[in-house]
Structures are given as structure tokens and as C-alpha cells.
Nanobody
Framework: QVQLVESGGGLVQAGGSLRLSCTVS????????MAWFRQAPGKEREFVAE?????????FYIDSVKGRFTISRDNAKNTVYLQMNSLKPEDTDTYYC??????????WGQGIQVTVSS
């Protein structure tokens, strides 16, 4: 059974930085594409960034985070990261990591809160 656990969230002021981590257990991490999503209360879950399987040579970001967020992976640690710089209040959300084991992003982590104050 593949399990994902996020860490690294918290409260920061606008312009600050956080690094989210997602550690994967129970599977073959190097075979999975990985992604980060975020969701605010009453809103749909939003895709944020993804990184390809194996060496992670391909990445993709939504326009609102380009130049500020960086997704990366460390296969030796079975971990995917989301480095978030120049944070804005609108980045405040619950962030989730997800693994693409087959064709869909499933399973998901439990979610971790990121709050950016103005």
C-alpha cells in the first residue's frame, strides 16, 4: 500500500519562503510521477505543479506560481519537494501531494496547511 505524508507547512509573512516535503512509502517511488495540489475551503482542488517519474527531467507549473515555486524529487529519500518563495496571501491553502502510479493522481497525502499573512 502506497502512503504519502506531507510536512513543512506553517505560517509565514508575505514575501517569505517555505519548503513542503512529501515522503512516499510502500511502493517504488522512482516509478511515480508526482504532483502538488492545493485547496481552499469551498473551492475546488487546484493543480499546482508536477514532476515526471525517474529522474524528474520534466516539470510543469501553473502560471500563478511560475518563477516562485520549484518542484523537485530525491529518489534516494523517496521524497518530492515544493520550494515556495516570494509567497503571497493568495497562496494560503491546504496543500496536497499525489502520486501517479497508473494514469491518475492517486493516492494522496493528508494535506498540510500553508498560511501567508499580509
Amino acid at each position: 500500500q502506497v502512503q504519502l505524508v506531507e510536512s513543512g507547512g506553517g505560517l509565514v509573512q508575505a514575501g517569505g519562503s517555505l519548503r513542503l516535503s512529501c515522503t512516499v512509502s510502500g511502493g517504488t517511488f522512482i516509478r511515480y510521477g508526482m504532483a502538488w495540489f492545493r485547496q481552499a475551503p469551498g473551492k475546488e482542488r487546484e493543480f499546482v505543479a508536477e514532476i515526471s517519474r525517474n529522474t524528474g527531467s520534466s516539470t510543469f507549473y501553473i502560471d500563478s506560481v511560475k518563477g516562485r515555486f520549484t518542484i523537485s524529487r530525491d529518489n534516494a529519500k523517496n521524497t518530492v519537494y515544493l520550494q515556495m518563495n516570494s509567497l503571497k496571501p493568495e497562496d494560503t491553502d491546504t496543500y496536497y501531494c499525489a502520486a501517479r502510479i497508473t494514469t491518475d493522481y492517486d493516492p494522496w497525502g493528508q494535506g498540510i496547511q500553508v498560511t501567508v499573512s499580509s
